[in-house]
T-cell receptor, first 109, second 116 residues
Framework: GQNIDQPTEMTATEGAIVQINCTYQ??????LFWYQQHAGEAPTFLSY????GLEEKGRFSSFLSRSKGYSYLLLKELQMKDSASYLC??????????FGQGTTLQVKP | DAGVIQSPRHEVTEMGQEVTLRCKPI?????LFWYRQTMMRGLELLIY????????DSGMPEDRFSAKMPNASFSTLKIQPSEPRDSAVYFC??????????????FGPGTRLTVL
């Protein structure tokens, strides 16, 4: 089966850098997704990693270590609008996504 | 292009009533997913269709829940009878599909259901 762990909440300051961690256990690995969800809105796709290493996309980067069952999302130059929940997800064997509980990030001025 | 469309956006009903949620996936997408999100349980997959055929319904809570996809552009999730514990936000998502587990899923705006 699959199991995903993320911290529940994090707080950071505008302009700073924050790292949101995700550990997973899965019987078969088909990559890892990160989604962003603002309060009251739908989740939106941020990144997908299937190979080890860091992938950078503007202010957001995502890292994967398959051997450690570990990923993180790195947010640089934090802005107030980055306050949201960040969901880590792994695909199951039948094509469904298994989501973590999400990390609620609060960015303070 | 329009994204995933869901209706209604908000639904308030009384316990015991039938509730029908509707979803139109992104044109050309072959996979459709129904999720439920609550504070306690997070985002849970209820059922997943590929080419209009249900592939995995292991997340459907009980017989009160049913889902259909009569064609490639429409799906419904029905709760009959509804109970207060069904109160949640229900999301529909679609992806290109074709059996690829790694396709990005695109979510609709959700239906916020309140059962009194």
């Amino acid at each position: 089966g699959q199991n995903i762990d993320q911290p529940t909440e994090m707080t950071a300051t505008e302009g700073a850098i924050v790292q949101i961690n995700c550990t997973y256990q899965t019987s078969g690995f088909n990559g890892l997704f990160w989604y962003q969800q603002h309060a009251g809105e739908a989740p939106t796709f941020l990144s997908y990693n299937v190979l080890d290493g860091l992938e950078e996309k503007g202010r957001f980067s995502s890292f994967l270590s398959r051997s450690k069952g570990y990923s993180y999302l790195l947010l640089k130059e934090l802005q107030m609008k980055d306050s949201a929940s960040y969901l880590c997800a792994v695909p199951g064997n039948t094509g469904k996504l298994i989501f973590g509980q999400g990390t609620t990030l609060q960015v303070k001025p | 292009d329009a994204g995933v469309i869901q209706s209604p956006r908000h639904e308030v009903t009384e316990m015991g009533q039938e509730v029908t949620l509707r979803c139109k996936p992104i044109s050309g997408h072959n996979s459709l997913f129904w999720y439920r999100q609550t504070m306690m349980r997070g985002l849970e997959l209820l059922i997943y269709f590929n080419n209009n055929v249900p592939i995995d319904d292991s997340g459907m809570p009980e017989d009160r829940f049913s889902a259909k996809m009569p064609n490639a552009s429409f799906s419904t999730l029905k709760i009959q009878p509804s109970e207060p514990r069904d109160s949640a936000v229900y999301f529909c998502a679609s992806s290109l599909g074709g059996g690829r587990v790694t396709d990005t899923q695109y979510f609709g705006p959700g239906t916020r259901l309140t059962v009194l």
